[in-house]
Nanobody, 124 residues
Framework: QVQLVASGGGLVQPGGSLRLSCKASGRILSINDMAWYRQAPGKQRELVASITSSSSTVYASSVKGRFTISRDNAKNTTYLQMNNLKPEDTAVYYC??????????????????WGQGTQVTVSS
């Protein structure tokens, strides 16, 4: 049973910071890409940041310079450090991981998983 658990959301004032965490657990051989998405009310889900297994990163233009994605491969965890938060950052943030699962048969099973959403609210 592979599971992604996200945490770290909350209420913060504009200009404040939050760090989101997402830990993958279960029968995992390796994790390829990990990413954070967000969805604001009435809006489409959008990619915020992604990170490859070799720690190459991609950011949405709206968060570049303010957010930092990282990963700890030993812990199967990705982090999203969010600084200088703005009201426009208010959304439910979702963790995503593309990983290779252990089938127990000598063959991998590449699967994409989503974590539960964590609410980030930026307001005065």
């Amino acid at each position: 049973q592979v599971q992604l658990v996200a945490s770290g959301g909350g209420l913060v004032q504009p200009g404040g910071s939050l760090r989101l965490s997402c830990k993958a657990s279960g029968r995992i051989l390796s994790i390829n890409d990990m990413a954070w998405y967000r969805q604001a009310p009435g809006k489409q889900r959008e990619l915020v940041a992604s990170i490859t297994s070799s720690s190459s990163t991609v950011y949405a233009s709206s968060v570049k310079g303010r957010f930092t994605i990282s990963r700890d491969n030993a812990k199967n965890t990705t982090y999203l450090q969010m600084n200088n938060l703005k009201p426009e950052d208010t959304a439910v943030y979702y963790c995503n991981a593309d990983l290779n699962g252990d089938t127990g048969t000598g063959y991998r099973l590449r699967t994409n998983y989503w974590g539960q959403g964590t609410q980030v609210t930026v307001s005065s």
